[in-house]
């Protein structure tokens, strides 16, 4: 009601099912299923009506299962944690303390938190009390464990599944003003068929929340492990940040979705590490582990003789979810970090093409790269129409292979030195060639380099000068070495460097994004695939610049 009241009735639309994005040079349009009857309201599942809005840029709030992260970072994996929780809601005629208090409760790897969710309930003397279990797999039964088949917030489970894990569990004294209740007889009272069970499941933290015109917020951009009660909180930061960088960069959206990136990712991305250390819930560990099996009275002497350590475990995690939470100012310039500059494109392009071979895409080979979120073969399919417009519009192409003497003279290099297992790339070692995919056609130079930067050792800063060339648009790999080392040394040549994201390949992903994030904030300019094509496309075809020649 709030929102229709302050952006009017035509700026707000439910039932829209979001299926897919498109970016242009000139905004970003997004599709969606809707509802084309009144029976298919009740089930957004079988939407067949379709509708699409178009925009200066986009922000991706779809939660936990964002398909709009999942359509700027496909392949992404989440990680079962081996922990689950079972929540109930119920109404009960007593309160916990002052009524406005939450309380923990359990053991290491059987936690329990109880709050009140209803204010007018409290001023009544009663208490609607969310209650939830947190588990870790390994005490359930044996039909419950291992990997469920997947992730949900509404599954419906039975009392029976979980409420022996709570079996005689006593609250502290005092806790709630009638010492009858126990944890047993809050699940009995819990309306049945209203108990749901959620499992955990884990995501790196990116470093990039941002591609082109669309940014992520909330758990779309960071999904928070619950241990930390952190999860509402960090989403209203974003909200504050993205509003404070928007304001502050007066209408250049670019310039603001950096801002609000530069203040906000790297900061939860760290509570998202944070949170991974079970947050204040550790202090039940701490507790299990010094004294679990020992008497009332051997507890409460652990407690009173570790005072300072407990009280300074909830103070620094306070401390640490502040100062990580990037609750800062951004400045007068709305940028919260010094490295934001822009390098653009300039008006001469060439294309190094850095080392797709067969060793990285190949079944088999030691250095295959097949991830899907971020490995070379993935990369080496988002490179051909890249090479297809360059060759289309008449641009130079250079490409680069690592390939060593066969006869020993390379020996004493110290790139051989540190990676041994390359020596055995000789030009008769078919796993060097280049890949089919992308191989060079009459008219393009292919350079052969023995360390990780495409100029080092080889003739490319003159052939590119010769050339006219300002711009290097850089795609190959792997992503932290030669793909990095190229950026570096073409930047320190003068040129303007440009690294397609989707073109780009490594190893892992931490290790993928990592790179490309220092990169752009030092190096060069990493941007989406599609914007390098709308840049090629301000350029004449060939044969028009033939034909005016």
């Not at 419906?156 to 004294?173: N, Q, T």
């Not at 066969?406 to 055995?424: E, H, N, Q, Y």
């Amino acid at each position: 009601a709030t929102a229709r009241e302050r952006l009017g009735d035509d700026h707000v639309h439910c039932g829209h099912s979001f299926q897919s994005l498109e970016q242009t040079q000139d905004g970003v349009t997004a599709h969606f299923l809707v509802p084309s009857s009144s029976e298919e309201k009740k089930a957004p599942w079988h939407f067949t009506g379709k509708a699409s809005f178009t925009g200066d840029f986009m922000v991706g709030a779809d939660g936990l299962k964002s398909k709009v992260r999942a359509h700027l970072f496909p392949g992404e994996k989440a990680v079962f944690t081996g922990w689950r929780i079972y929540r109930g809601v119920l109404e009960i005629d007593s309160q916990i303390y002052d009524g406005k208090s939450m309380l923990l409760y359990g053991t290491g790897s059987a936690a329990c938190v109880l709050y009140p969710v209803c204010e007018r309930r409290r001023q009544a003397g009663k208490t609607l009390l969310n209650w939830g279990i947190n588990c870790h797999n390994s005490i359930l039964a044996p039909n419950l464990q291992g990997e469920p088949p997947e992730e949900s917030w509404t599954r419906r489970v039975g009392k029976d599944e979980f409420v022996h894990l709570v079996d005689g569990w006593k609250f502290p004294e005092g806790s709630f003003k009638d010492p009858s209740i126990d944890f047993s007889k809050l699940i009995k009272d819990t309306p049945d068929g209203s108990i749901t069970c959620y499992t955990l499941f884990d995501r790196d933290p990116t470093p990039v929340w941002t591609v082109g015109r669309v940014t992520l917020l909330g758990d779309a951009a960071h999904p928070l492990l619950p241990f930390g009660s952190q999860g509402a909180g960090q989403a209203l930061l974003d909200v504050e940040a993205l509003y404070t960088a928007m304001s502050s960069c007066k209408g250049d959206w670019k310039a603001g979705l950096k801002a609000y990136e530069a203040v906000r990712a790297d900061a939860a991305g760290k509570v998202v590490l944070s949170n991974r250390g079970m947050g204040p819930t550790k202090l039940l560990k701490m507790f299990e582990d010094a004294v679990g099996t020992k008497t009332l009275a051997e507890q409460a002497q652990w407690v009173k003789e570790n005072q300072e350590e407990i009280a300074g475990f909830s103070n620094d995690y306070r401390k640490n979810v502040s100062a990580e939470s990037g609750h800062a100012s951004t400045g007068a310039s709305g940028r919260g970090t010094p490295f934001d500059g822009i390098m653009g494109f300039g008006k001469s392009p060439v294309l190094l093409v850095v080392d797709f071979c067969d060793a990285y895409t190949k079944p088999g080979s030691p250095w295959y790269c097949g991830d899907p979120a971020c490995g070379v073969v993935g990369a080496v399919a988002q490179s051909v129409d890249v090479l297809a417009k360059m060759r289309e519009k008449g641009l130079p192409v250079v490409f680069t292979r690592v390939v060593f003497n066969k006869d020993g003279l390379d020996k004493g290099s110290m790139f051989l030195r540190k990676v041994p297992t390359i020596a055995c790339w000789t030009e008769d070692n078919p796993l060097t060639h280049i890949c089919k995919e992308v191989l060079p056609i009459e008219g393009e130079d292919v350079m052969i380099k023995k360390c990780p930067g495409a100029f080092f050792g080889t003739p490319l800063l003159a052939h590119l000068i010769s050339r006219g060339v300002d711009t290097v648009l850089l795609l190959g790999c792997s992503t932290s070495g030669c793909i990095r080392a190229t950026a570096l040394e073409g930047m320190q040549y003068g040129f303007r460097v440009v690294i397609p994201r989707e073109c780009v390949g490594d190893r892992t992903l931490a290790v993928h994004e990592a790179n490309l994030h220092d990169c752009h904030a030092k190096i060069c300019d990493v941007l989406p695939k599609s914007a390098v094509m709308d840049y090629l496309d301000t350029f004449p075809n060939a044969a028009k610049k033939a034909r005016k020649a």
